[in-house]
T-cell receptor, first 115, second 109 residues
Framework: DTGVSQDPRHKITKRGQNVTFRCDPISEHNRLYWYRQTLGQGPEFLTYFQNEAQLEKSRLLSDRFSAERPKGSFSTLEIQRTEQGDSAMYLC?????????????FGPGTRLTVL | KQEVTQIPAALSVPEGENLVLNCSFTDSAIYNLQWFRQDPGKGLTSLLLIQSSQREQTSGRLNASLDKSSGRSTLYIAASQPGDSATYLCALFDYKLSFGAGTTVTVRA
């Protein structure tokens, strides 16, 4: 079991550019979550997938954000026209999906800095 | 929206002292509660998960209690060590996690 992996670990971009992050969940985990964490705060829920279906999106996920999980395995989170307020740690987590309260296992996160 | 509060925001103790971390929430409902540890710049590691029907969970030096009637959970860490220095987060759990802001703990050698 290799755990949840995220790529890249760090991303620095200029305002207005598009960025894409990738998350590889634990093998055979059906549920995949995205959270965002700003400095000094706890993570905030963005969205989650059950297999390839995106079941919920937070109001935090503006139209500039899009997430996909095309084959029910890895997921991507894209931010278009980045703003300085998008600077944060983006965390991915996965769970087996056998029950709604299975433990979520977190990846190391992608730290985004928008200049 | 579920509100989760952790007080204090930061805590510094000498090695060997017991740690008591508090978490309060506004809506007990049927939520489970989970405690996590986060090291600087890293992801989250699950410590303890308390099901909504349970009152406490224990793992080694860690013990977490849940009192839904008062909307509180407490994480106890016995005989703290410098390696316990980290940020501790509690979260209500009903398929997605609703986190508090965390308590940053420093254990002085």
């Amino acid at each position: 079991d290799t755990g949840v992996s995220q790529d890249p670990r760090h991303k620095i971009t200029k305002r207005g550019q598009n960025v894409t992050f990738r998350c590889d969940p634990i093998s055979e985990h059906n549920r995949l979550y995205w959270y965002r964490q700003t400095l000094g705060q706890g993570p905030e829920f963005l969205t989650y997938f059950q297999n390839e279906a995106q079941l919920e999106k937070s109001r935090l996920l503006s139209d500039r954000f899009s997430a996909e999980r095309p084959k029910g395995s890895f997921s991507t989170l894209e931010i278009q026209r980045t703003e300085q307020g998008d600077s944060a740690m983006y965390l991915c987590a996965s769970s087996s999906g056998e029950s709604s309260t299975d433990t979520q296992y977190f990846g190391p996160g992608t730290r985004l800095t928008v200049l | 929206k579920q509100e989760v509060t952790q007080i204090p925001a930061a805590l510094s103790v000498p090695e060997g002292e017991n740690l008591v971390l508090n978490c309060s929430f506004t809506d007990s409902a049927i939520y489970n509660l989970q405690w996590f540890r986060q090291d600087p710049g890293k992801g989250l590691t699950s410590l303890l998960l308390i099901q909504s029907s349970q009152r406490e969970q224990t793992s080694g030096r860690l013990n977490a209690s849940l009192d839904k009637s008062s909307g509180r959970s407490t994480l106890y860490i016995a005989a703290s060590q410098p390696g316990d220095s980290a940020t501790y987060l509690c979260a209500l759990f009903d398929y997605k996690l609703s986190f508090g802001a965390g308590t940053t703990v420093t254990v002085r050698a």
